[in-house]
């Protein structure tokens, strides 16, 4: 008999250990779930935050049902999946989103993407999402809005890398009603580049900001309604430099300029490329090129009904100039 008994109890503790350590390729979460499950798909979590040291790297989290799934921070490659219901996330007080592999045995590696997640600031919250280390990180079919808890810096997407190359990619999201920048990318070394793609970014300070090291490319998006700048090309480390190119997209309504490029007081370089953009309505300028900047000019952009049309400080680039 004792040795039946040792070997249930040996038994009992291999699957109380094994059920501890597992981690799934794919977990869920539910608005009814509990976090003291295993995040399977009928036994799901309650939050993100539950549901992140139970899935492998590389994995997924899916949603079940509509919920608030809390804020979560995320040190290790992969997917948060919202598709098919209202995932939410209401961050007052703190940030939505954090990506930041820093601590980790190989930082700026991980891969992120986030996928169909409502990022509610509540009117306090920090930043929608802030990537600080990592490679990479996809934010697709998003709305981040109500970031307003840390005044002019409450950005909707704060990318704040200290030092290595990264990628960002926003594609369908809508980024509104922040008192910071809609998006705002800086790295201390290497590149950022980004990609934005059919996305809106409206009443923020600037809708987007590239501070430092970054190269980003717009396509098929809105910059407006925006309190100083549609698009603002800012080096903002003497040194360092920022490029801008916009396609196909409207920047209007917004309280100052609608692209701007340079500053006065950062001794980096900032640039701008524009083509078959409708830049119009803007209370300052159409186009400003500041100190350090430079902006080239397709002909195929139109520019007018601004506090101040045209740009004579542009380079004319491509067919027809």
Do not use: Y
């Not at 989103?97 to 997640?117: F, G, H, K, Q």
């Amino acid at each position: 008999m004792r040795a039946i008994r040792l070997i249930v109890c040996a038994a009992v503790l291999c699957l109380t250990t094994t059920g501890l350590f597992a981690q799934a390729t794919r977990t869920w979460v539910s608005g009814v779930g509990d976090d003291v499950n295993p995040c399977s798909r009928t036994a799901p979590c309650k939050t993100f935050a539950g549901a992140i040291s139970k899935t492998a790297n590389c994995g997924e989290i899916s949603v079940l049902d509509p919920g608030g799934f809390g804020t979560v921070t995320i040190t290790k490659s992969m997917t948060i999946n919202g598709t098919g219901t209202l995932a939410g996330i209401l961050a007052a007080g703190t940030n939505g989103v954090n990506v930041n592999d820093s601590t980790t045995a190989t930082p700026n590696t991980i891969v992120v993407i986030l996928r169909d997640i409502s990022i509610n600031g509540a009117c306090t919250g920090f930043d929608g999402i802030r990537f600080i280390s990592g490679s990479s990180l996809m934010v697709e079919h998003c709305w981040i809005h109500g970031f307003r808890g840390n005044g002019a810096n409450s950005d909707g997407i704060d990318v704040a890398k200290t030092s290595g190359d990264g990628h960002l990619k926003v594609l369908d999201t809508v980024i509104e009603n922040n008192t910071g920048d809609g998006i705002a990318i800086t790295t201390g070394s290497g590149q950022l580049r980004a990609t934005i793609d059919r996305s809106r970014m409206m009443n923020c300070t600037n809708g987007l900001h590239a501070k430092a090291n970054a190269r980003v490319v717009a396509r098929n998006c809105v910059f407006s309604n925006n309190t100083t700048n549609g698009v603002f090309s800012d080096t903002v480390t003497a040194g360092a430099f920022s490029t801008v190119s916009v396609w196909e997209s409207q920047i209007a309504l917004n309280s100052g300029n609608g692209v701007r490029a340079g500053n006065a007081g950062n001794a980096g370089s900032s640039g701008a490329t524009l083509a078959l953009n409708q830049i119009d309505r803007n209370a300052a300028n159409g186009v400003l090129v500041s100190v350090a900047g430079a902006v080239e000019t397709f002909s195929n952009n139109s520019i007018r009904g601004n506090g101040t049309d045209g740009c004579p400080s542009c380079t004319p680039v491509g067919p027809g100039n």
